[in-house]
């Protein structure tokens, strides 16, 4: 059986809950669910680019596109800070809260940041986040 290393990093979201950002299989990265969430907040301030809520949870403000772009980056930074590189990826695995209302972005934005490196993709609805969030990428990645 291969070895595996875990891999953790300032300069992504913290995670929330007891989990690496990523796991070193051989020459496999496997990345945690990835979020939109910016490097330094955590669940109490939202954190996430383009989303305001009101005391209550009630959004404000949303922009799903802010999202998709903060989340690739995020993917990116996991990347790099664990030897690998967006070119690398092979799989990736999204889930969206709102597929009508979000697919449709979210494919567009997706086309720029993967018009040279097309990975297998599965993109899936789910009912929710454990934050507030409207998209999370899962990830696997080949590393030297």
């Given at each position: 059986?291969?070895?595996?290393?875990?891999?953790?990093?300032?300069?992504?979201?913290?995670?929330?809950?007891?989990?690496?950002?990523?796991?070193?299989?051989?020459?496999?990265?496997?990345?945690?669910?990835?979020?939109?969430?910016?490097?330094?907040?955590?669940?109490?301030?939202?954190?996430?680019?383009?989303?305001?809520?009101?005391?209550?949870?009630?959004?404000?403000?949303?922009?799903?596109?802010?999202?998709?772009?903060?989340?690739?980056?995020?993917?990116?930074?996991?990347?790099?800070?664990?030897?690998?590189?967006?070119?690398?990826?092979?799989?990736?695995?999204v889930?969206?809260?709102?597929?009508?209302?979000?697919f449709?972005?979210?494919?567009?934005?997706?086309?720029?940041?993967?018009?040279?490196?097309?990975?297998?993709?599965?993109?899936?609805?789910?009912?929710?986040?454990?934050?507030?969030?409207?998209?999370?990428?899962?990830?696997?990645?080949?590393?030297?």
């Amino acid at each position: 059986m291969a070895e595996s290393s875990s891999i953790s990093t300032n300069k992504a979201p913290k995670p929330v809950g007891l989990y690496p950002h990523a796991k070193r299989v051989g020459n496999l990265l496997f990345l945690s669910g990835v979020g939109p969430r910016v490097a330094g907040s955590d669940e109490s301030d939202s954190g996430v680019p383009g989303l305001k809520l009101d005391k209550n949870g009630n959004f404000l403000e949303f922009d799903f596109e802010a999202q998709c772009r903060s989340v690739f980056d995020n993917v990116r930074v996991i990347l790099e800070e664990s030897g690998s590189d967006w070119s690398k990826l092979v799989d990736v695995t999204v889930f969206l809260v709102n597929m009508k209302r979000d697919f449709h972005t979210y494919n567009r934005v997706y086309a720029e940041y993967f018009k040279d490196n097309q990975p297998c993709r599965t993109t899936v609805e789910i009912n929710s986040l454990p934050t507030p969030i409207a998209i999370e990428l899962k990830c696997i990645a080949t590393i030297d």
